[in-house]
């Protein structure tokens, strides 16, 4: 993104940079990756990630050039640290915001069976509301069996959803700086609790 860009051009510009990342799980992945270890060389996403160095290049590369990542150039080994990102959303007065940990959880889907089954039968907006119910689930606030129903999925499914969705709320919770913006389904309340 333009440094000397604001208004409208910067909020079009981070609108296509969260859609990327929510398009591409690989982007994703190194991303998160690199906001949990606030700084990284490309060794260090090479060895954490075990992705090959020239696809580290062309992905720091991207996500440098998308405004999601920043690349200290000062030092003979470059190191990258990560831009957090939020994007909010109003339709018909309903609001929901993107975070870092959205992105993490979209970016894990290739490398968890029921990540991945989740985002391709229902798609990133079912991962968005599922994650809304793992955060109450991952404090203990919110029992599996009842989560699982208000998703809607068949419950064995819901559950092991779930329990993949809490790792990801465990390990954002203190790297999301925006982690309190995700909304949660306590707010809404299921519709009848057991």
Same mark, same amino acid.
């Given at each position: 993104?333009? #440094?000397?860009?604001?208004?409208?051009?910067?909020?079009?510009?981070?609108? !296509?940079?969260?859609? %990327?990342?929510?398009?591409?799980?690989?982007?994703? %992945?190194?991303?998160?990756?690199?906001?949990?270890?606030?700084?990284?060389? =490309?060794?260090?996403?090479?060895?954490?990630?075990?992705?090959?160095?020239?696809?580290?290049?062309?992905?720091?590369?991207?996500?440098?050039?998308?405004?999601?990542?920043?690349?200290? $150039?000062?030092? #003979?080994?470059?190191?990258?640290?990560? =831009?957090? =990102?939020?994007?909010?959303?109003?339709?018909?007065? $309903?609001?929901?915001?993107?975070?870092?940990?959205?992105?993490?959880?979209?970016?894990?889907?290739?490398?968890?069976?029921?990540? $991945?089954?989740?985002?391709?039968?229902?798609?990133?907006? #079912?991962?968005?509301?599922?994650?809304?119910?793992?955060?109450?689930?991952? $404090?203990?606030?919110?029992?599996? %069996?009842?989560?699982?129903?208000?998703?809607? !999925?068949?419950?064995?499914?819901?559950?092991?959803?779930?329990?993949?969705?809490?790792?990801?709320?465990?390990?954002?919770?203190?790297?999301?700086?925006?982690?309190?913006? =995700?909304?949660?389904?306590?707010?809404?309340?299921?519709?009848?609790?057991?």
């Amino acid at each position: 993104m333009s #440094k000397a860009t604001g208004g409208p051009e910067r909020a079009v510009n981070g609108l !296509l940079s969260v859609a %990327r990342l929510l398009e591409e799980p690989r982007l994703a %992945r190194l991303y998160t990756f690199v906001l949990r270890n606030e700084e990284v060389t =490309i060794d260090d996403v090479t060895d954490g990630l075990d992705i090959p160095r020239t696809t580290a290049y062309s992905d720091t590369g991207t996500l440098v050039d998308l405004g999601a990542l920043t690349r200290d $150039d000062d030092q #003979k080994t470059h190191t990258y640290g990560a =831009i957090p =990102i939020t994007l909010t959303a109003t339709l018909d007065g $309903d609001e929901y915001t993107v975070t870092p940990t959205l992105i993490a959880a979209f970016g894990r889907a290739p490398h968890d069976q029921d990540l $991945d089954l989740l985002l391709e039968r229902h798609g990133l907006g #079912k991962l968005a509301a599922a994650l809304t119910y793992a955060v109450p689930y991952a $404090d203990g606030e919110m029992s599996e %069996r009842v989560a699982a129903r208000e998703l809607g !999925l068949q419950y064995a499914f819901g559950i092991a959803v779930l329990q993949a969705l809490r790792d990801v709320v465990l390990t954002m919770e203190s790297v999301d700086p925006y982690f309190g913006d =995700i909304q949660d389904a306590r707010e809404q309340g299921p519709n009848s609790e057991d």
